[in-house]
């Protein structure tokens, strides 16, 4: 066996059918406001039903159902070569704290973070993107979309992005990544409880307009800006995911995830969850939800309420990612963030690759074959050998055994001893080691390139400072 086949359900299908349901009543009753004419244009020719007073779009049952079944039909393909799937992949989202585990500090970030953060990131092999890990509070707040942007390209050898601020500084951005010859991405997120800001729309218009895609970010919580519920809530947050969808189709044609980042409030200290055991069941719901749609599924799961990487924080971590991919959704929350975005610890990333590792490891699954059931190695072994120095051990032992960077294997004797450091400990020496000189790094592109990125970043502060 090389893959692990997984049937994990909470729904069914008539309960599916009947958040389905709900989900269109609301859009063909209650609607959702989307203050921009130009995009409720755009939806009236796709069959909506806008009242242009009220900045209202309502949505037809045929004529959501026509927008669902031609996403579906466009996207068979992607969807069946994505659910064939195993291994996940880590992502980082730029937080406002910056949170240093060895010390116990937290503080506003600032720019040098990233560079840090970029130096870190080539090392983690889990993480494919190296997005900026706090929003620099160093430089002007208008530009610093733009000021990320530029960093990025100039010091990380991976692709990456970062929230995009206002639709001013979406222009400048857009034209970073055509020199740089990269896809522009725009997260077009609601605001629950249904609606849009305006200049969300203004920004998805912006990048559709230049060739752009369009990914989806509704972020509903239980009892706060959804229903208490988890039924209530999920049915909240699929109205506001098919109606981004149908939003989406009428800006560009096309889109292909299903994107529930949905979440609980705590009702003793109305903080959002990122870590109870809600997580586990909404990342189920979506696996099935977005199977139903025919497009891959993506919720926040692998995260923690814990502001420590604690006991609390591996059960919450492992559970819900565990629940969330063995449900069939293909991403994950992003990763090395302490507590509900209560900041980004480098450390944190240390260990979230690590555990990535580990999970990757059990989900490849294993072989069974001739050799690697190796019948001859055990009749020559024999009763009572051993297996150690056998050849047979020597071709499998990388294959069959899971070898961690960070975590520890030992006896009691060495770590009661003081030979071993903690866990903590380890994470941050590997982040000291990995990102040594990282303020002397040189840009990973040449010369010219860097000086057209720092024109276009002058250009930006002429106008928009």
């Known amino acids: 066996m090389r893959k692990i086949i997984s049937s994990i359900e909470v729904l069914s299908p008539t309960e599916i059918q009947m958040i389905h349901d709900s989900s269109i009543q609301i859009l063909e009753t209650i609607g959702i406001h989307v203050p921009c004419k130009e995009v409720l244009d755009l939806c009236s020719e796709l069959g909506g039903n806008v009242d242009y007073e009220k900045e209202i779009l309502r949505i037809p049952e045929n004529a959501m159902v026509t927008v669902l079944d031609t996403i579906k039909k466009r996207n068979q393909q992607s969807f069946e070569t994505e659910s064939l799937k195993n291994d996940i992949q880590a992502h980082i989202s730029t937080q406002v704290f910056y949170t240093d585990y060895n010390t116990k500090t937290s503080r506003y970030g600032i720019r040098k973070d990233n560079l840090k953060g970029f130096a870190l990131l080539e090392h983690l092999e889990n993480f494919p993107y190296s997005s900026p890990v706090v929003v620099p509070s160093d430089v002007p707040d208008q530009i610093s979309d733009l000021i990320n942007y530029q960093d990025i390209y100039k010091y990380s050898s991976k692709p990456g992005g970062t929230y995009v601020l206002t639709p001013l500084s979406a222009k400048y951005i857009l034209e970073l990544n055509k020199l740089m010859g990269k896809e522009s991405n725009y997260l077009l997120e609601t605001i629950t409880p249904l609606s849009f800001k305006k200049d969300t729309l203004e920004m998805a218009l912006l990048f559709a307009k230049n060739g752009g895609s369009l990914s989806l970010g509704p972020m509903g919580m239980s009892a706060a800006t959804s229903p208490a519920s988890i039924a209530g809530t999920l049915t909240l947050e699929n109205a506001e995911i098919i109606a981004s969808m149908f939003i989406a189709f ?9 994107s529930a980042p949905v979440h609980s409030m705590d009702l003793k200290t109305t903080l959002c969850s990122f870590g109870s055991p809600n997580q586990a069941l909404f990342g189920i719901a979506v696996g099935q939800m977005s199977r139903f749609y025919g497009v891959t599924g993506m919720s926040n799961a692998g995260l923690t309420d814990a502001l420590m990487p604690d006991f609390q924080a591996g059960i919450e971590k492992g559970l819900t990612a565990a629940f969330n991919f063995l449900s069939g959704t293909r991403s994950m929350g992003a ?44 009749r020559e072994v024999g009763i009572r050998g051993n297996f150690l120095s056998e050849e047979h051990t020597l071709d499998w032992m990388h294959e ?19 030979s071993q450091k903690e866990l903590l400990e380890r994470a941050h020496d590997l982040v000291e080691t990995a990102t040594d000189g990282y303020l002397n790094r040189e840009p990973v592109i ?10 276009i970043i002058a250009d930006a502060r002429e106008e928009i400072l």
């Open 250 to 258: 009428a800006l560009n044609g096309q889109i292909s995830n299903y």
């Open 335 to 378: 990763q090395g963030i302490v507590g509900a975005d209560q900041g980004i610890s480098l450390e944190q990333l240390a260990l979230d690759n690590e555990w990535i590792n580990y999970y990757n490891y059990i989900t490849k699954g294993f072989e069974v074959s001739e050799d690697s059931i190796g019948l001859d190695v055990i």
């Open 446 to 455: 040449s010369e010219s390139i860097c000086e057209e990125i720092d024109r």
């Open 400 to 418: 069959s055994y899971f070898q961690p960077g960070l975590f520890l294997r030992d006896n009691w004797t060495n770590w009661t001893g003081g």
